[in-house]
């Protein structure tokens, strides 16, 4: 029997080692999903998304988690669009994922046909670095070893089309001139780049130089962590993250300062405010307020990326290459600072920020306090676990409160910062890492967004998870809060409650209808016990925790305007304005009580 072109894509994924596609399936792949089926023992599997924008987050989520090419997969027209915020996070925080998307017979293109959307058009800008339309069988192999090769050295998502009527034809390899092409079989081959050695040895005098430096690290340092630790003891340095590298360094190292920004913490913002050296290895991170003043500080970038080098703070050296093998190299130049005095003062921060979170974890609330919700899962979180977060007031806590340790990882859509990844990303993990926990931190917005319909997907495929535990924890608290609190501390307004508050239902309640177990926690007591539940139950537990959306996430430092404003919304009526008052007072003044030395 002739191989169709669906079987040919089929057996192409197989070779570049696709265990899995995320997609939903539609008559313009009708083609495809008839040839998944025929070769549904030998793999890739198809996983049923609940939407095809789930299927693109589960696709980045798994790529993040694997340092693999994740694949996703979806009809014509209203399926490829319903792919475009998935990919675009994908995009934004250079994850490599393949997008294979179906399109109206080629017959009909052009007569405005059922479906029909000018696909090129539509991806040209969010598969930039690839996108192909195959019309005929014999472009598909170069089209889609293009398609991987390039999502995987390039970070990005790609996108190869293929119109339905293709995907039911006989498949007939190349036969013309480039019948070779590709000439070699799919598979990566590692790279090595390396700055040139005068601009390391710059780099070296620049950091030798400097009496109290600061490393910022993301996502891009993270296959370099033991080098970066290994700088920041030779210089004596302290070590903020950026949110897409907050996995790349534990938390338990007495000199991580922790996340940087509006969502960071107090010695992050002290270690950029009173430093003279920054070295920034693998990180875009984009709000310069919360770097050195410029002129303040001598600055050297690592970065893979020339195009991302010197855009945030006007660094004197800039090093393009390898984070892992650069520093490798700069490693042997630098020289051990034997005044430790920096280094103290950073530790010393860091560790009365520890205290400082613990005691407004502490604090009561109506009824329970968001940042409690984290510090107790941090007290027992398992070390290999994966930790996804979702964009929203949650992700201030997921930021500040949970302390990374051992092997764990985390991810959240770091620059699109788009709501409602963080179950999706949940499920990518656990296709990467079946034999890992699962622990995705969802607001209730983004859980009604997105989170409440991917449950059936978690539910119908638990079972093939060697360690079936996922929970998903639900901050409970019928307010899109982030949203909330931007309009009080950046415009002044009091919250809105026609678009700001949520309808309030049981996330337990929708978790069992679907099948799986739940918690509801509206009592801070409760809060380690029902962890202790969730992470001990072998199965997807749904955590769900009535939160008070009162507790403020204070940036590490508040600026005047951002107080005045707040002032103002209250003064305009806010709802519960005295009582946000109160408690942003009391989380405030946690800052400010003495360490005492365990």
């Known amino acids: 029997m002739a191989q169709q072109v669906g079987d040919y894509v089929v057996e192409r994924l197989r070779e570049w080692g696709v265990r899995q596609v995320f997609g939903y399936p539609g008559d313009g792949i009708n083609g495809l999903v008839a040839a998944m089926g025929r070769a549904e023992d030998d793999g890739p599997a198809f996983v049923q998304a609940r939407h095809e924008e789930m299927a693109a987050f589960e696709a980045t989520g798994y790529a993040k988690f694997s340092g693999e090419v994740g694949v996703c997969m979806a009809t014509s027209g209203p399926g490829a669009i319903h792919l475009l915020n998935g990919l675009y996070d994908a995009k934004c925080d250079h994850v490599p994922v393949v997008a294979i998307v179906g399109q109206t017979a080629r017959s009909a293109m052009g007569g405005s046909y059922q479906q029909e959307v000018d696909l090129q058009s539509l991806f040209k800008d969010v598969a930039a670095d690839f996108l192909v339309e195959v019309n005929v069988s014999d472009q598909l192999p170069n089209a889609l070893d293009r398609a991987f090769r390039t999502a995987a050295f390039r970070r990005a ?19 013309h001139a480039f019948k070779q092409v590709p000439s070699s079989p799919p598979g990566f081959s590692a790279t090595r780049v390396i700055a040139a050695r005068e601009d390391i040895e710059r780099a070296a005098e620049v950091l030798n130089a400097g009496s ?8 891009g340092a993270r296959s370099a962590a033991g080098e970066v630790v290994e ?34 913490s107090r010695p992050s913002y002290e270690l950029m405010r009173d430093c ?18 410029f002129g303040q500080a001598r600055g050297v970038q690592i970065d893979i990326d020339g195009t991302m080098i010197g855009m945030r703070y006007p660094t004197e050296v800039n090093l393009v290459g390898d984070a892992k093998a650069t520093l490798a190299e ?24 520890w205290r400082t979170v613990e005691r407004q974890s502490m604090l009561a609330a109506k009824p329970v306090n968001p940042m409690r919700v984290v510090w107790e899962l941090s007290e027992r979180i398992p070390e290999n676990a994966i930790v996804t977060a979702d964009s929203g007031s949650s992700t201030n806590w997921y930021a500040r409160c949970l302390r990374l340790r051992g092997q764990m990882r985390g991810s959240l859509s770091g620059t699109l910062a788009t709501m409602g990844p963080a179950v999706p990303y949940a499920i990518g993990a656990k296709f990467a890492h079946p034999d890992r926990p699962v622990i995705a931190l969802v607001g209730d917005g983004a859980m009604q967004m997105n989170g409440l319909a991917e449950l059936l997907t978690v539910a119908r495929y638990h079972r093939r998870w060697s360690d079936p535990r996922l929970v998903v924890c639900v901050f409970h ?12 501390a950046m415009g002044g307004a009091p919250k809105f409650d026609e678009s700001q508050t949520l309808p309030d239902v049981s996330y337990a309640d929708i978790a069992r209808s679907a099948g799986l177990a739940a ?8 809060l380690g016990a029902a962890w202790d539940r969730a992470l001990g139950f072998d199965g997807p537990v749904v955590l769900d925790v009535h939160c008070d959306p009162e507790v403020p996430p204070i940036p590490p430092h508040a600026s005047w305007e951002q107080m005045k404003d707040t002032a103002e919304a209250v003064l305009r009526g806010d709802p519960d304005g005295w009582r946000l008052i109160v408690q942003g ?6 800052e400010f009580v003495p360490s005492r030395q365990k």
């Open 212 to 219: 109290r430096v600061a490393i910022l690290i993301g996502q």
């Open 585 to 590: 007072a009391k989380t405030k003044a946690q």
């Open 276 to 293: 003279d050296t920054l070295l920034i290895v693998g990180s875009n991170f984009p709000y310069t307020q919360f770097l050195p003043e």
């Open 519 to 526: 918690i509801t926690v509206d009592d801070p007591d409760q």
């Open 157 to 175: 998502p790609t996108a190869v089309i293929i119109p339905s009527d293709l995907q039911e034809e006989e498949y007939e390899p190349p036969t």
């Open 231 to 264: 700088v920041a003891e030779r210089t004596g340095a302290g070590v903020a993250k950026a949110l897409l590298g907050k996995d790349v360094l534990p938390d338990d190292l007495p000199f991580v300062t922790g996340p940087i920004g509006l969502l960071g």
């Open 330 to 353: 700069l490693l042997p130049l630098l020289k051990r600072k034997a005044n430790r005095s920096w280094r103290e003062t950073v530790e010393k921060n860091v560790d009365h920020w």
């Open 477 to 488: 608290n019928n307010d899109l809060n982030q949203v909330t609190w931007e309009l009080r």
